[in-house]
């Protein structure tokens, strides 16, 4: 099973700066990678998908990147909007595993 | 406009058989490379996987759950049908479906299934 490992669990911003949210995989997924995001008492939300790929309708300030084993979500300015906890999934490999998350929280 | 819907009981005895189903709209599982997933999500923690099937009927299953888990799909009535045998309070959590292009692009709002005595 590919373990995916997300870091930080919490991540403490203020609105306005840049948040840095990273997955690690434990065997390469290629680009298969997605990331989501999750609103208290909603069903998750995908990002981006291909590692890279912003999904229909997801603002520019969302970046992704990475390939093989890492991976990178970057939000760039953050809105208020943006304070959620963050999935990484990976689709290369059976199982489909996602990360624990990780929770974006005002500074 | 894809949409899904969680349907099932919100509450089940230990040992119980769990029977969810998946109303979709927008997309039909009989069109080549369309699949549905069911995710669960226990209160507080992380999302996990648990199955799939593809408008072939391929099913894939969570290898730790795979014996527990059966998945069907009707397609002339938009449906898919996720069973969970012999749950226990572990399994506690909000069960999702979603459509499936690779990844899981459009989720149906969940349903919280409680499994206590």
């Known amino acids: 099973e590919t373990v995916m490992t997300q870091s930080p669990a919490t991540l403490s911003v203020s609105p306005g700066e840049r948040a840095t949210l990273s997955c690690r995989a434990s065997q390469s997924v290629s680009s298969n990678l997605a990331w989501y995001q999750q609103k208290p008492g909603q069903a998750p939300r995908l990002l981006i998908y291909g590692a890279s790929t912003r999904a229909t309708g997801i603002p520019a300030r969302f970046s992704g990147s990475g390939s093989g084993t890492e991976f990178t979500l970057t939000i760039s300015s953050l809105q208020s909007e943006d304070f959620a906890v963050y999935y990484c999934?990976?689709?290369?490999?059976?199982?489909?595993?996602f990360g624990q998350g990780t929770r974006l929280e005002i500074k | 406009q894809i949409t899904l819907k969680e349907s099932g009981p919100t509450l089940v005895k230990p040992t119980q058989t769990l029977t969810l189903t998946c109303t979709f709209s927008g997309f039909s599982l009989s069109t080549s490379g369309v699949g549905v997933g069911w995710i669960r999500q226990p209160p507080g923690k992380a999302l996990e996987w648990l199955a799939l099937?593809?408008?072939?009927?391929?099913?894939r299953y969570s290898p730790s759950l795979k014996s527990r888990l059966t998945i069907t799909k009707d397609t002339s009535k938009n449906q898919v049908v996720l069973t969970m045998t012999n749950m226990d309070p572990v399994d506690t959590a909000t069960y999702y479906c979603?459509?499936?292009?690779?990844?899981?692009?459009?989720w149906g709002q969940g349903t919280l299934v409680t499994v206590s005595s």
């Open positions: 099937i593809y408008w072939d009927d391929d099913k």
């Open positions: 999934q990976q689709y290369n490999n059976w199982p489909l595993t």
């Open positions: 979603a459509h499936e292009d690779a990844n899981f692009d459009y």
